[in-house]
C-alpha cells in the first residue's frame, strides 16, 4: 500500500512541476521584447513632454528689458511688488494726471500701453472700500479684509486711509488708494491685497495727507 501511494505521490509531484514549469517566462519569447519596447517608448515620449515644458522649443514669455521705478508720481513703493503685473518689454515710462475733485492718476506705461494704474481719490467719509470698488473696473469678485479696510481681486484693488490722514482742500473726505491691472493674463490676489496694503501705507506717508 505505502509503495502505490508513494508511486502515485511522485507521479503527481512531477506533473504538477512540469505544468508550472509552463508558466515559467522564456527570455526569448516576443512578449518580453515588445514589453522592453514599449517601455522604452515611453520613456522617450516622457523626455520629450519634459523638454517641450522647460522651454526647449523656443517659445516662452518674453523677457523684461526695463527696471521698475521705485518713485510713482511722488509716492516711494518697493518696485518688486510690482513684478507679478508688469509684462515683459523694452521700456516703461510713468505718466501722472490730475482729474477732477483732487484725484490723481498715476499711470504705468509699458512699450507704449498702460500696464498698471494707481490713483489717489478724495470720498465723503460715508463712503467704504466695498462702495468705492464699485466705480472702477478689475474688482471682479473682490474680497474685503476682516477691518473693511481694502477691497482686492486679482487684477484691482482699493485701500482706505486711516483718519489720521487730512487734507485742508477736502474735509469730511477720506483719501483711498486705488490699483487697476490692464496687463494681459496678469491676477493675483495675494500678491494684490500686498500691493494695496503698500501702496496705501505709502500714501498715508506722503504729502497726500497733512
Known amino acids: ?35 522592453s519596447s514599449v517601455s522604452v517608448a515611453a520613456a522617450l515620449a516622457a523626455i520629450l513632454v519634459l523638454s517641450a515644458c522647460s522651454g526647449g522649443g523656443g517659445g516662452g514669455e518674453e523677457k523684461r528689458k526695463y527696471t521698475a521705478p521705485s518713485t510713482l508720481c511722488g509716492i516711494l513703493l518697493d518696485p518688486e511688488l510690482l513684478d507679478t503685473f508688469l509684462p515683459g518689454g523694452d521700456s516703461i515710462s510713468v505718466k501722472p494726471s490730475s482729474l477732477n475733485g483732487g484725484t490723481k492718476r498715476c499711470d504705468l506705461i509699458v512699450d507704449g500701453d498702460v500696464s498698471v494704474r494707481q490713483i489717489q481719490a478724495w470720498w465723503s467719509n460715508g463712503e467704504s472700500a466695498f ?74 506717508d506722503s504729502g497726500a495727507c497733512s
Not at 181 to 204: G, Q, W
Open 1 to 35: 500500500m505505502t509503495s502505490i501511494w508513494h508511486r502515485i505521490s511522485r507521479s503527481n509531484f512531477i506533473t504538477i512541476r512540469e505544468e508550472l514549469s509552463a508558466f515559467r517566462p522564456q527570455p526569448n519569447r516576443p512578449v518580453r521584447i515588445v514589453r
Open 131 to 204: 462702495t468705492v470698488a464699485a466705480g472702477y473696473e478689475k474688482m471682479d469678485d473682490g474680497q474685503v479684509t476682516d477691518d473693511d479696510r481694502y477691497l482686492y481681486s486679482g487684477t484691482g484693488s482699493v485701500g482706505k486711509t486711516t483718519a489720521s490722514c487730512k487734507s485742508p482742500d477736502h474735509p469730511d473726505q477720506t483719501l483711498y488708494a486705488v490699483v487697476q491691472v490692464f496687463t494681459p493674463d496678469r491676477s493675483d490676489s495675494a500678491a494684490m491685497k500686498t500691493l494695496i496694503t503698500a501702496y496705501t501705507k505709502a500714501l498715508e
